[in-house]
Structure formats: structure tokens, C-alpha cells
């Protein structure tokens, strides 16, 4: 198809309207005492400051961004407003600034109005069209960098030179081709993608819709670059920002036309015919990737009826339900819609949630790392051209499927205008809501007035993932759920966690068992040692036992010698005894005995002998024997009974000598019965307290009493019977 007229008159003129204006370059200073002010100007003539000349109070503001210190390096993306002159109406200009730092005791001559440790200033370009800050961004890094690096700020001929390159370049036409580089600008869409996902879908049809949007990051060059990376996805409209300085312009609309001719053939054909760029800045609109706080009056403004803006300051978070529609935390990721009626219509419809992830999915599984900006496998699906193309073909089908719906409905009576091959109502895919929102804003009515009523003959009304809700897209939406859950970060750190502890633990267990592990052996150790201990005592025992048992040869003799000398004492004792007794004579005392108590010798009694006790204890006196005897002093018998006892004996024996049985008395004494015989009985020289006294009167003997007694009766008995015999 041929081209019969003009599509676009807004693009020549912009670019006719722009080509007067060369880039500019400023540097902007902060000062210790008076804040951010412009230090001075490169490309304009000597003495003029445009800064004055085009109402721009609040570029130092723009130029140096809130916590821009806290970087060594910072860039910052504004818009300005140039007003309108004798041979060109007001448009809108845009500046990128680099904002650095530099320790004040480095400098090789120090001002006198430098009183603080550290210098900032930035280096500011100022151009007609932000379709070039991409590649524009690189270069001015490298000469601000430059000129830091010689720490001698008044030497300015790096950055002169640097304007003059841009003059040159705008006269050459370089920076005016009519080429579409939109994808050189903002973040890379793989990032974007990759950071909101879904939400990525959400933001675009929000920006659609022409709300009060409202960014705030940390960062300055990120809150401006996610701006750009977001409206870059409608395709043709960086090059057509020339009303977005500000909510009064409005030069767009008023150089529109409807496009009465199509190449097929040609892409920028195509999409100025089906109405792309869809202009979401015009009247009473305003975009402002940075915007100060010095700003926020013409945000509150009457006239303000839509914007996008970002900030770096924290302070608008406290008023986010005065200054947004919409809040988009870039340093928490989240998205805070507080517009009840703006979050209806947001919500996603089963084909567009089929849509978005099948282009997140594919952003996954090609993520490098290393590389973000392209796909692992180098290829196509997945690239940054990808999801641009992606993108492209979703707007297409909306307009496409919108347009439909409105000849729906002016033909709602008439079903023969339906086209056999559309089923039902495409927009419904879209989601109703959304459409309904849509069809109130400025840039749908600017759109469907310069657009043809067909558009849906051109584009398929269809959208690209068309269809019900079905078992793929339950899954899929599952696991998108899980994965806004987080649970695999919050698994990994409670693995961590749980790891750290079974480690801990593994450890205090290790150190228990091995602890215990040692008492035990440390026990079983004592207990061997004191079994061993127990073995040895039990066998010094056994030795002790078996020296006190066996005979010493020095001890056995002693005990002899010992044994020896008492029995010779003993025996010494007896023999010295009747000795004595043989030489005074056993017999001589019958008369005394006689004349005493009466006859009777021998072993008997007489009856007129005296009592024992009498007799014993005259002749214990006279003859020195010992007075009483251990067997008188019997239990067994008392003194009467021993004489009673005695009584008797002598009356059965009468004067008959025989002999008495020794059972018969046990008082009696062999030598009594044997010196009564021999001696006519005046003493008992066998008298057992004769020989008790003897006993004890024997200096070396040991033995008790008892066992004396018996052993002297025996031998006295024995003796006894040697006499007789």
C-alpha cells in the first residue's frame, strides 16, 4: 500500500521546532553556605545564563539529587520546561547529570570557599530529546571523571571540548535521524522483567490509564532508568516527549492528523497508523523522572491532572496518599496501588496473567548471571528484542480488539456486520474494567480521534493468549503464587538456619558422646585399677596370711626358748615343792592331826579330822602354802556343801585305808589322799590352795587359773600314782 498523504505532522514539526536548539552543557556546584547553584555555562554566548532566561530556579536542585553524597558516582534524569519564543513554541527539554565527589585536601589549589572535607559538583548536559542519554551517559561519565581527575576545577577545557562535540553532531543531523533507539534507554527490560514479573503487565496498562504515579528509590539512576524502561514499551513515545515538562503543553495534540496512507512494509508505518505512540503526557499531564521536593507544588497543582515522577526522598512516603494514585517502592520491590477504583481496574484478566508469565518464564530460563542484558543461549527468545516485540504485538491486539468493540457496539442491532471469524467480544480478554477505565482518559480520546474505525481489519482483534481459563494456567498461577511467597528465599534461610543449629547441635552431641565416651572409659579405667588395687591387696593379704602361718626360723625359736624357760619354771616350781615336802615328810603329823580332829590318815577322811578350810588354812600358815585354790572358789559348790560332802566320805570309809574315788569329791586333791596315807593326814600337801599359792607365787608362769589348775591337778594325779606305785 502506497503512501497518499502525510500520517504524522507532529514529528516533522518536533524535529523542525528542535532543530534550532543545540545541547548545552553546565556544571552545577554545591556550596557550603548557599546550597546547589549553577557555576557556569558551555555553548551559550558570554555572560548569558539560560537558567535565568528560561525560568529554570530549581535545575541545581535536579542536577544534584538527594543523597547523591552517599555515591562516589551518581546520574540523575530530569525534565525542563523551555518556554516559548518568537520563532518556536514551548517544548520540552531534558537534562542527565553526573554527580560526583572529590576530597578537598586533594585539590592541587584549594578556594578559599571550599571549608568542608569534600567537593561535589555535577556536570550537566541539557538536550532536546532523551532518545540519545543512553549512549549520551557514557561519554559524560568519562570526561566528568576526567576533569575530577586533574583536582583543578577551573581548568574547563575538557568539558568545552565535550559541548563542542555535541554541537557538531546535532549539526550533522546525528541526533535528529528518525531512528527508532528506544531500546537504548532505561534499564535493560530482561531486569525489569526479571525484578516485577506479573506486575511488569500491571505497570504498563497503570501508566495507560493516567494515574498519579509516584517512584521512590535510594538510588537516583535507578528510580529514572525503571521510569524510562517502562514507557519505552510503547513504542514510538520516547520520541515524542516534547509536552511532558509540563501540564500546560499540549503541541502534540494540536499537530495530530489521522493517517490516510499505509506501507505494510514499513514498521513506523504501521504503528503511526494504528495510533501508536499512545500520548500519555499532554494536557494537564507532567513527567518528571526526578523530581525535588522544591517540585511537589506544581504536583499538587489543579492543573495536574496525571504524572509520573520519582524521588529520592522519603519524606513524600508520609504523603503517598496525597501525592499517588500509585506508589512503586523500587528499594522493597512492592507496589501499593491506594486507588480502590485503579486497583479494580489493574487486576489482570486469565489471559493477560497467561501472557505475562509465558514472557517471565521465558526471561528464567534464559537469566545469566553474569550477563543480564542477554539470554545464556544467545539467542532470540528471551533477548531484549524479544520482549519489546512482545509488548508491541499485546498493544496492537488491544487497540485492535478495543476498536472491535466499539463497532460492536454501534452495530449491536445488525448481525450481519459481525465478522464470521471473531468469536464473541475480544476485549473481554483484556478485561473489562480495564477498558472501561481506559476509554476515560486523555490519550484514549486523542487516540480514537485520529485513528480510522477499522483498525481491526489491519490487526487480528484478538489477543495473543486468547481463551478461558484452563488447567495450564492453574498451575501456572500456583506457582506464581508460591513464588511471590518467597518461600524458596525463606526456605534458604531457614535452611541456613536449621543447618547452623543441626551443625550446633551436631557438634554438642559429638562433644556429649565423646564426652561421655571418655567417662565411660575413664570409669571402666578406675574400675580395672581398683579391681587390679583390690587383686594386689587381695594377694598381699594371701603373702601376709601365708608369712604369719609359715614359721620364721628367729620368732620359732624365740617362742621355744620362751616356751621352754616357762615349762622349766614350771616344772622347777613342782619339783622344789616336793622336795620341800619329802624332806619334812609326809607322815608327821598324825599326832597333831589326831589330837586335832581325830584319826583317820590316807586318803580318807577321818572323823575326827578338822575341816578342810581349818586345816588348810593352819597349814597354809605354817608351811607357807598358798590359802585357797581356785577349785574351792567354785560356783558349783558352796563351802558347807564341800564339807557335808567330805562328812560323808568318811563315814562310809571309816577306818578302812582304801583309797576314794576321785569322782567323789571335787575339792579333793591327789596329794591330799596321798598325805594322808603316808603321813597320818595333820596337812594336805596335795591341798589345791596349797598349790594355787605355789602357782601364783611362781614368777614364770603365764597361764590362767583355770588351765593351770587342771594341768597341776593332772600332774599332781600322775604324780600320785608314781608315788604310790
Known amino acids: ?19 534550532g536548539f543545540t545541547p548545552l552543557v553546565t556544571v552545577v556546584d554545591f556550596h557550603h553556605h548557599r546550597g546547589p547553584e549553577v557555576e557556569r555555562w558551555f555553548g551559550v554566548p558570554d555572560g548569558s545564563d539560560p537558567a535565568v532566561e528560561y525560568d529554570w530556579p530549581l535545575l541545581p536542585f535536579m542536577a544534584l539529587s538527594d543523597g547523591a553524597h552517599a555515591a562516589t558516582e551518581d546520574f540523575s534524569y530530569f525534565t525542563l520546561l523551555r518556554p516559548a519564543t518568537e520563532d518556536s513554541p514551548a517544548t520540552s527539554l531534558f537534562g542527565i547529570s553526573c554527580t560526583r565527589q572529590l576530597d578537598a585536601s586533594q585539590l592541587l589549589v584549594r578556594p578559599s570557599d571550599v571549608t568542608r572535607s569534600t567537593v561535589q559538583k555535577a ?3 541539557i538536550a532536546d530529546s532523551p532518545q540519545f542519554f543512553g549512549m549520551l551517559r557514557e561519554r559524560l561519565s568519562v570526561v566528568t571523571s576526567a576533569w575530577f581527575a586533574q583536582r583543578e576545577f577551573s581548568d574547563t577545557e575538557i568539558l568545552r571540548r565535550f559541548q563542542e562535540s555535541l554541537a557538531e553532531e546535532k549539526a550533522r543531523g546525528q541526533l535528529n535521524e528518525e531512528v527508532d533507539r528506544d531500546q537504548y534507554l532505561g534499564m535493560s527490560l530482561r531486569e525489569l522483567v526479571r525484578e516485577f514479573r506479573w506486575q511488569t503487565l500491571v505497570l504498563l496498562k497503570c501508566c495507560l490509564l493516567q494515574p498519579k504515579m509516584l517512584f521512590f528509590g535510594s538510588r537516583c539512576e535507578r528510580l529514572c532508568m525503571m521510569q524510562f524502561s517502562l514507557i519505552s514499551l510503547i513504542p514510538g513515545l520516547l520520541r515524542n516527549l516534547q509536552d511532558s515538562a509540563g501540564p500546560d503543553l499540549n503541541s502534540y495534540e494540536k499537530n495530530l492528523s489521522r493517517p490516510t496512507s499505509l506501507r505494510t512494509s514499513d514498521r513506523n508505518s504501521l504503528l503511526s497508523y494504528m495510533g501508536l505512540p499512545l500520548q500519555i503526557f499532554g ?16 504536583l499538587a497543582d489543579f492543573g495536574t491532572k496525571s504524572y509520573i515522577v520519582g524521588s529520592t526522598n522519603s519524606l513524600l512516603l508520609q504523603q503517598k496518599d496525597r501525592y499517588s494514585d500509585i506508589l512503586i517502592n523500587l528499594d522493597e520491590n512492592t507496589i501499593n496501588i491506594t486507588s480502590t477504583s485503579l486497583r479494580t481496574a489493574l487486576a489482570l484478566s486469565h489471559s493477560d496473567r497467561r501472557w505475562i508469565d509465558f514472557i517471565t518464564q521465558e526471561v528464567n530460563d534464559t ?22 516485540l512482545q509488548f508491541e504485538e499485546y498493544l496492537l491486539s488491544l487497540i485492535s480488539s478495543v476498536k472491535y468493540h466499539n463497532y460492536l457496539t454501534q452495530n449491536a442491532h445488525n448481525p450481519r456486520m459481525l465478522l464470521p471469524h471473531v468469536e464473541g467480544d475480544p476485549s473481554v480478554d483484556f478485561s473489562n474494567e480495564w477498558v472501561e477505565y481506559w476509554m476515560k482518559t486523555e490519550n484514549y480520546r486523542i487516540w480514537d480521534l485520529n485513528t480510522d474505525s477499522h483498525l481491526f481489519d489491519i490487526v487480528e482483534p484478538r489477543h495473543p493468549c486468547a481463551g478461558g481459563l484452563t488447567v495450564d494456567d492453574v498451575q501456572r498461577r500456583i506457582q506464581q503464587q508460591v513464588q511471590d511467597l518467597h518461600l524458596d528465599e525463606r526456605f534458604a534461610v531457614g535452611k541456613e538456619v536449621l543447618g547452623r543449629n543441626l551443625a550446633a547441635g551436631r557438634d554438642k552431641a559429638s562433644t556429649i558422646f565423646n ?5 565411660m572409659e575413664a570409669l571402666r579405667e578406675a574400675q580395672r585399677k581398683r579391681a587390679e588395687e583390690s587383686q594386689k591387696a587381695e594377694g598381699a593379704e594371701k603373702n601376709g596370711s601365708a608369712a604369719t602361718h609359715s614359721v620364721d626360723p628367729a620368732k620359732a625359736q624365740h617362742t621355744a626358748s620362751s616356751v621352754g624357760a616357762r615349762a622349766g619354771a614350771y616344772i622347777g616350781s613342782w619339783t622344789s615343792w616336793a622336795d620341800q615336802k619329802r624332806k619334812q615328810g609326809w607322815g608327821r603329823s598324825s599326832n597333831n592331826s589326831s589330837s586335832s580332829g581325830g584319826g583317820g590318815g590316807g586318803w580318807g577322811f577321818g572323823g575326827g579330822r578338822k575341816s578342810r578350810s581349818t586345816l588348810t588354812d593352819s597349814n597354809g600358815e605354817k ?8 577349785a574351792l572358789s567354785s560356783p558349783g559348790f558352796s563351802h558347807n556343801e564341800k564339807i557335808q560332802m567330805s562328812d560323808v566320805h568318811r563315814a562310809s570309809e571309816g577306818n578302812d585305808q582304801r583309797r576314794p574315788l576321785t569322782q567323789d569329791s571335787f575339792g579333793e586333791s591327789v596329794l591330799d589322799g596321798t598325805g ?11 591341798s589345791p590352795r596349797k598349790y594355787t599359792a605355789l602357782r601364783r607365787d611362781s614368777k614364770s608362769s603365764d597361764v590362767k587359773p583355770d588351765e593351770d589348775e587342771h594341768d597341776n591337778a593332772a600332774e599332781a594325779k600322775n604324780g600320785a600314782k608314781t608315788d604310790t606305785t
Not at 542484558?373 to 520482549?387: C, H, L, V
Not at 608351811?623 to 581356785?630: E, I, M, Y
Request: hydrophobic share 25%; no cysteine.
Open 1 to 19: 500500500m502506497a503512501a497518499t498523504s502525510t500520517s504524522r505532522g507532529a514529528g516533522e514539526n518536533g524535529v523542525d521546532s528542535k532543530a
Open 123 to 125: 556536570v550537566v548536559v
Open 283 to 298: 494536557k494537564g499531564s507532567l513527567f518528571g523522572p526526578y523530581t525535588p521536593l522544591q517540585q511537589l507544588d506544581i
Open 367 to 388: 537469566w545469566d548471571d553474569q550477563n543480564p542484558g542477554r539470554p545464556k543461549t544467545m539467542g532470540y527468545r528471551g533477548s531484549e528484542e524479544f520482549i519489546r
Open 515 to 519: 564426652k561421655l565416651y571418655s567417662d
Open 623 to 630: 608351811n607357807g602354802t598358798p590359802l585357797s585354790s581356785p
Open 676 to 686: 594322808s596315807a603316808d603321813e597320818s593326814g595333820t596337812s594336805s600337801p596335795g
